[in-house]
């Protein structure tokens, strides 16, 4: 089940605060490039990413498997010209094929199972235009993020209240991350629990081999350096059929 800050109406609303536009987006957008683009944005959440590919003319095509977070996305400004899907990532099927498909925000890693994993890829396969690609990023499992996350504090104000969000590790077992955020209102608090999968990169890329598909680069940031296993936090996986 997809967390309590994507599911909660209230959470969904503050989202953004802490998830605004980055550099990481500056990336994905200009992947695009010349001409309109049929564009397959998985896990798309409050549609940011989707309202700057439509904003630019591309076919956009937003899929969530959460209600509260879509409800924000078909508000935004440019909210009646996306296509808008509630599915989770692995059972989106779709007529359309596209020139490219992006998971963006690390979504990759909320699928535990091996079995999520194939279906996914494998749906993005077959979704996929002759000569397009997939891109998405998953964290560098090298990093210690558990030390990096746990007992994080961070402050939003939202139409004159503060909400404090702070984080705390649960568990780390073989490549899996627990933690729980819990967002402080000034009437209630809110405890979102997840679980994240931390894949090598040699893992990946056999995952990537088995559903048919193949890794032209791995980068290491969004500047679009290489991936460096002792020294980059991200590994973005540009892919295309094998």
């Known amino acids: 089940m997809p967390d309590l800050h994507y599911e909660h109406p209230r959470l969904a609303a503050i989202y953004d605060l802490g998830n605004g536009w980055s550099e990481d987006r500056d990336f994905y957008l200009r992947l695009a490039g010349e001409g309109q683009k ?3 944005d998985l896990g798309c959440g409050t549609g940011v990413l ?18 509260p977070m879509l409800d924000v996305a078909r508000r935004g400004a440019n909210g009646d010209r996306i296509c808008w899907i509630r599915s989770f990532a692995e059972a989106f099927r779709s007529d359309t094929r596209f020139d490219l498909i992006v998971m963006t925000g690390h979504a990759f890693q909320v699928l535990l199972d091996d079995a999520d994993i194939a279906a996914t890829l494998a749906m993005m396969r077959d979704h996929l235009a002759d000569d397009g690609r997939i891109v ?15 007992g994080g504090v961070r402050d939003y104000v939202s139409e004159g209240i503060t909400i404090r969000e702070t984080r ?3 568990s780390k077992e073989a490549d899996r991350l627990r933690f729980e955020t819990r967002y ?3 009437d209630e608090a809110l405890v979102s629990v997840s679980e994240l999968r931390f894949l090598s990169r040699e893992d990946m890329e056999s995952r990537l ?4 598909l193949c890794a032209e680069q ?21 892919i295309r059929r094998a």
């Open 184 to 186: 402080d209102f000034p």
């Open 136 to 150: 998405f990023e998953t964290r560098n499992p090298a990093v210690d993020w558990g030390g990096r996350w746990d």
């Open 168 to 170: 705390a590790v649960i």
């Open 218 to 238: 791995v980068l290491g940031d969004w500047r679009g350096g290489p991936f460096d296993p002792a020294t980059s936090d991200e590994m973005i996986f540009v």
């Open 209 to 212: 081999a088995l559903a048919g």
């Open 50 to 67: 989707s309202h700057a590919y439509a904003a630019l003319g591309h076919v956009v095509t937003g899929v969530d498997p959460c209600l």
């Open 38 to 40: 049929r564009i397959l």
